[in-house]
């Protein structure tokens, strides 16, 4: 008899398994939702699909008054727009740092409690005083969003290049790099596999920052949205911006995972 | 022959443990120096210190002659036991990168008619260490001893005056092991290298080596063992042939070590 933990299963077998508790989800909801409206015909707890599908086709086609643009398009433009710009001042904002701190023993002394002590304050906590010295357009949400996910990712950075091994250091000297070559040459290609890995990692909180953001103060985006048709019970408007918003994260992640595997191979143990 | 390198009553000390005492050596250029000594008897120490890793509490390291910055530089090369080479780097690139960093001070990258001088360089010191087939090969697809092949590559293509070896054939099977004698033996015949080696196994020094440094404690304190350092012990010119005197073997002891090499 096999053991439990030594039964794997094929790639065919995998798929099914997989899709087992989504089909199982669903068929939940469907009877579920059954069940609610067989007893009040009006219920908007649990839309049907039906429902759904006509509330796609409403924002789908109806155009946001404010851009011109189709609502869903001009929502989800705005978001991606806010998270594109945050999580870039965030990559960058780390990647320069996490290299600094982690090479450079100096730098490390000198900021590397004030990145501590910015790390664990609570992004949320600070919006209240980005809205009063931003306002309420654009930049307080970016800067929600690079603030909340670039102290992480800079400590993430920077522990990784400290933790390379020294030896590599040492071989790098004595090849004739200087401090400079060392962080070109040695540092950063290593780096940067590492800071995909980061970036898909703070994709979550950086979504629940831009949320949070677009609902207390905005006009458009697909945390707005959300928490606007709330107010009228929209499930049926709000279960596919939820299912659209993750279907983002998903394609996002995708999207750097293909760029981790295609541009640095020799950290996936891959041939070019 | 003058000493290419010397070291002058040299001390090292980590507050008040000490590691190296009254340490005092010439190496010839164009030796193979094997260093043997039991774990903490400061063989790594005494090569961090010819690598310029390590500064000397007191004493000198005169390099040519002339005292030498601890600081890692280009004029000695070293391969350690694992991680010696870049993993982001193919084999091409690994052995090019010391060729680069001397050529482009701040890019660190060749272009054109000098990028094509440096990679025929490096493509010349692959094939010599027996990798000219794998030039765009990473370092992870490549077994451990081509890795430690690729490293000495690597060292050399810069012509180091001095090569340190840290347990390079450490981790490496025997078989592979023998080829990697094999190989420094002739790599330090035909390119006329210096060559410091630190080993755990005592046979592979005196197969190796045309001397034989051993590190120990000279003193001992059973009340505080940290307050005296070690030195040399045994310095034994060798001539390719000698084998280890029994002391030094059961000093060293351990039934791994005691095994010969079949050639």
């Not at chain 1, 069940?35 to 039906?50: G, I, Q, Y």
């Not at chain 1, 599908?53 to 409403?58: K, R």
Request: hydrophobic content about 50%; glycine content about 8%.
């Amino acid at each position: 008899m096999r053991r439990l933990v030594d039964i794997r299963p094929k790639r065919g077998l995998r798929i099914l398994l997989g899709a087992l508790p989504i089909l199982a989800l669903i068929l939940l909801y469907l009877v579920a939702s059954e069940t609610r409206h067989a007893e009040n015909a009006a219920d908007k707890v649990l839309p049907t699909f039906a429902a759904m599908a006509e509330a796609i086709h409403g924002f789908t086609t109806a155009t946001d008054p404010a851009s011109g643009r189709v609502q869903l398009v001009a929502d989800t433009l705005a978001s991606l727009y806010r998270l594109g710009i945050g999580l870039g001042i965030a990559t960058a904002t780390a990647l320069l740092l996490g290299l600094l701190l982690g090479a450079v023993p100096l730098a490390r002394a000198l900021l590397g409690p004030v990145i501590t002590i910015i790390a664990v304050i609570p992004p949320i906590a600070v919006l209240p005083i980005l809205f009063i010295v931003l306002g309420l357009d654009e930049a307080s949400k970016i800067a929600l969003i690079a603030i909340g996910v670039a102290p992480y990712m800079t400590r993430d950075m920077a522990g990784f290049v400290g933790n390379l091994p020294t030896e590599q250091f040492a071989k790098a000297q004595t090849l004739g790099a200087n401090s400079w070559q060392l962080a070109i040459r040695v540092a950063l290609p290593q780096l940067m596999p590492r800071l995909i890995d980061a970036l898909r990692l703070s994709m979550g909180p950086a979504w629940v920052f831009l949320i949070a953001a677009e609902a207390v103060a905005s006009d458009v985006g697909l945390g707005y949205r959300i928490f606007l048709v709330r107010r009228y019970f929209a499930m049926d408007i709000i279960l596919p911006y939820v299912a659209w918003i993750s279907l983002l994260a998903i394609g996002a992640d995708a999207i750097l995972l293909f760029i981790s595997r295609r541009g640095f191979s020799w950290a996936h143990g891959g041939s070019r | 022959m003058t000493a290419l390198l010397e070291l002058r009553d040299i001390w090292v000390e980590y507050g008040d443990k000490i590691v190296l005492e009254r340490l005092s050596i010439e190496l010839a250029e164009g030796s193979f120096v094997g260093v043997v000594g039991a774990s903490g008897a400061g063989k790594s120490t005494f090569l961090r210190l010819i690598l310029g890793q390590e500064a000397p509490t007191r004493g000198q390291v005169l390099l040519d002659g002339k005292p030498m910055r601890a600081e890692c530089a280009d004029d000695r090369g070293v391969v350690f036991q694992r991680y010696s080479v870049f993993p982001h780097l193919t084999a091409l690139g690994n052995v090019m990168f010391g060729l680069e960093c001397a050529g482009a001070p701040f890019t660190a990258r060749l272009f054109g008619a000098r990028r094509r001088a440096a990679r025929d360089a490096a493509v010349e010191m692959l094939a010599a260490v027996g990798l000219e087939h794998n030039l765009d090969v990473y370092p992870a697809q490549m077994s451990g001893g081509m890795q430690q092949r690729l490293a000495i590559a690597q060292a050399l293509v810069k012509h180091p005056r001095i090569l340190l070896l840290d347990e390079p054939f450490g981790a490496l099977d025997p078989g592979i092991r023998l080829d990697m004698h094999e190989l420094i033996t002739r790599l330090w015949r035909e390119h006329g290298l210096t060559i410091v080696m630190v080993t755990h196994d005592i046979r592979e020094a005196f197969k190796l080596g045309t001397r034989v440094l051993a590190f120990d404690k000279r003193r001992r304190d059973p009340q505080a063992p940290h307050r005296y350092g070690a030195t040399v012990t045994y310095d034994l010119p060798l001539d390719r042939k000698t084998t280890p005197p029994q002391a030094l073997v059961e000093a060293l002891g351990g039934p791994e070590l005691q095994q010969g090499y079949t050639e």
